[in-house]
């Protein structure tokens, strides 16, 4: 592998405090019914639109305002409210160092992933930083993948990512993926489930399952 793809809430950030407090924001001004815990935990990884059609039965024009009324707190501040997880900036740099090359490939609109990882200090590792279009034009998992990878060779290309859709993109797109459980927002089984080439628990695990792909390739 050369191309490491990279999903962004749950794999590199925790932006659950900003995105809950957006959620939280768009229910209150729109008064949509109030949300369970494991509700709002789901809402973390998939494209908004998805998210907003599945928890409140909306339409495509419901689920865009919805969007709409979320983004005038996020781009406010909630994209401020992250952390990024233990060991991902070594693992970024130490991938770096053994030349491979890194972008993202993240369902949150590109110009917030560009500005949270600028925030971070971390942007300086990665070729290309993409993301989903605030017009829905780049949504999905797959979307977003075929726009990063480009004519790069899909052989060589994999993504890491916490969630079912990343798994899921990958094979849409035709290259491997390495599911994580770090953070905190999958179940190892729904990683299994969606059949990833490798489930790890920690950075540190990252290289040696790449090598393992590698070697298998």
Not at 30 to 50: A, C, H
Not at 85 to 93: D, Q
Request: charged share 30%; with cysteine; net charge negative.
């Amino acid at each position: 592998m050369k191309y490491i793809f990279f999903d962004v809430d749950g794999t590199i950030i925790d932006n659950s405090v900003g995105i809950y407090a957006g959620l939280d924001y768009a229910i209150n001004k729109l008064n949509l019914r109030q949300v369970t815990p494991e509700e709002k935990r789901s809402f973390i990884g998939p494209p908004l639109l998805d998210n907003f059609a599945r928890l409140f039965a909306m339409d495509p024009e419901e689920s865009q305002r919805a969007v709409d009324v979320y983004r005038e707190y996020y781009f406010d501040k909630g994209y401020l409210e992250y952390r990024v997880y233990p060991g991902v900036e070594e693992l970024l740099k130490q991938l770096d160092k053994e030349g491979y090359e890194l972008y993202t490939a993240s369902s949150k609109g590109e110009i917030m992933v560009r500005k949270i990882l600028e925030d971070a200090g971390i942007s300086k590792y990665f070729k290309n930083i993409c993301g989903a279009t605030l017009d829905g034009t780049r949504a999905t998992k797959e979307d977003v993948l075929n726009y990063a990878i480009g004519d790069r060779d899909k052989a060589q290309s994999l993504i890491i990512g916490d969630r079912d859709h990343d798994v899921i993109g990958a094979k849409a797109v035709g290259i491997k993926s390495i599911g994580i459980t770090w953070g905190g927002f999958s179940e190892r089984e729904e990683l299994e489930q969606a059949g990833a080439d490798q489930i790890v628990d920690l950075p540190e695990e990252i290289l040696p399952a790449i090598l393992l792909l590698n070697h298998d390739a």
